[in-house]
Antibody, heavy 112, light 107 residues
Framework: EVQLVESGGGLVKPGSSLKLSCVAS????????MHWIRQAPKKGLEWIALIYYDSSNKYYADSVKGRFTISRDNSKNTLYLEMNSLRSEDTAMYYCALGGYWGQGVMVTVSS | DIQMTQSPSFLSASVGERVTLSCRASQNINKYLDWYQQKLGEAPKLLIYNTNNLHTGIPSRFSGSGSGTDYTLTISSLQPEDVATYFC?????????FGAGTKLELK
């Protein structure tokens, strides 16, 4: 069974940094591209980053390009999202995803 | 970026009714269209992928169709547990983009 468990969220001040993790199990992690998606409170969904199975390619939404970095450690079955220069508009639930399989999400709140 | 427009934004229907939700892309997305269901307080759940393929474990009352820019999700007989918000997602080109959602309620 595919399982994705996010962690690392919390309340931070504008301008600060945070690193999210997503531990994967139930499939061969090193064979699949992985994604981060976010959903602001009571808002729609935004696909923010994609990383290929071997980290050879990474794609970002314009809203996070230059501030967020997606990475992975295939030896640890773990996906990461490093978030810098956080803004209030980054406040959202962050989900990691393998195609149609999503984790339960981790909340990030950016507020002074 | 490809814009995804869902209609209607809100839909009220009765148990047993046939329900149709629509999603229109701003350009051809070559059937790379998925449908997600999100219940209150939960993560979105994949229902349909690549226009008309039912994801594992999804009831057969859900079906999808479409091509080019216009796509449809149909629930053949609405059940109480189908109350949720439904999102479409295009995966034809990066950045992947979601529709704003259709909120489905019971009449």
């Amino acid at each position: 069974e595919v399982q994705l468990v996010e962690s690392g969220g919390g309340l931070v001040k504008p301008g600060s940094s945070l690193k999210l993790s997503c531990v994967a199990s139930g499939f061969t992690f090193s064979s699949y591209g992985m994604h981060w998606i976010r959903q602001a409170p009571k808002k729609g969904l935004e696909w923010i980053a994609l990383i290929y199975y071997d980290s050879s390619n990474k794609y970002y939404a314009d809203s996070v390009k230059g501030r967020f970095t997606i990475s992975r450690d295939n030896s640890k079955n773990t996906l990461y999202l490093e978030m810098n220069s956080l803004r209030s508009e980054d406040t959202a639930m962050y989900y990691c995803a393998l195609g149609g399989y999503w984790g339960q999400g981790v909340m990030v709140t950016v507020s002074s | 970026d490809i814009q995804m427009t869902q209609s209607p934004s809100f839909l009220s229907a009765s148990v047993g009714e046939r329900v149709t939700l629509s999603c229109r892309a701003s350009q051809n997305i070559n059937k790379y269209l998925d449908w997600y269901q999100q219940k209150l307080g939960e993560a979105p759940k994949l229902l349909i992928y690549n226009t008309n393929n039912l994801h594992t474990g999804i009831p057969s009352r859900f079906s999808g169709s479409g091509s080019g820019t216009d796509y449809t999700l149909t629930i053949s007989s609405l059940q109480p547990e189908d109350v949720a918000t439904y999102f479409c997602l295009q995966r034809n080109s990066w950045p992947y983009t979601f529709g704003a959602g259709t909120k489905l309620e019971l009449k």
